[in-house]
């Protein structure tokens, strides 16, 4: 198996609210809600600049797909991040998340390690670093 991720699928609980999140507070770009024609497939996708694909998914439609029981949602699963190459920018999203109703878990701020980083939950919890770390370039 290569070391790679194709598709990262968010279960949500309102896709339409958790879509225009991601429109608002991140500046992303989908072609809407597809797949609502089929019982349980309506989803959301953003094409990302790599060529890997994040997709909103409600969290019931999920369970079911994967053949499990809803769980609890849980926000320390795992967390998403976000690099960019300065703390501006850093600064820059997290108010434009704040504003499309993003909850600041971790104002941004030094890092122990020697960036600059912050944390965020989207509105349906799920947890988004968004940081600055001075030895990496990010290509845009």
């Known amino acids: 198996m290569k070391q790679r991720i194709n598709l990262l699928t968010l279960g949500v609980t309102d896709l339409k609210k958790s879509m225009q999140f991601y429109q608002n507070g991140m500046g992303w770009h989908t072609k809407g809600i597809v797949g ?7 989803v959301v996708m953003f094409e990302l600049t790599n060529g890997t694909m994040l997709c909103l998914y409600e969290r019931k439609n999920l ?6 029981p809803l769980q609890p949602a849980s926000a320390t699963e795992f967390s998403i991040g976000y690099f960019v190459n300065s703390g501006k920018e850093v600064d820059t999203i997290m108010a434009q998340a704040t504003a499309a109703g993003a ?9 122990f390690w020697g960036g600059y980083h912050g944390y965020f939950q ?11 770390n001075p030895t990496w370039k990010v290509d845009e």
């Open 36 to 42: 609502a024609e089929y019982e349980n497939g309506a």
């Open 122 to 132: 989207d509105i349906d919890g799920h947890l988004w670093e968004i940081g600055y």
């Open 63 to 68: 369970a079911w797909d994967s053949n499990l």
């Open 103 to 111: 909850t600041i878990t971790k104002p941004a701020q030094k890092a």
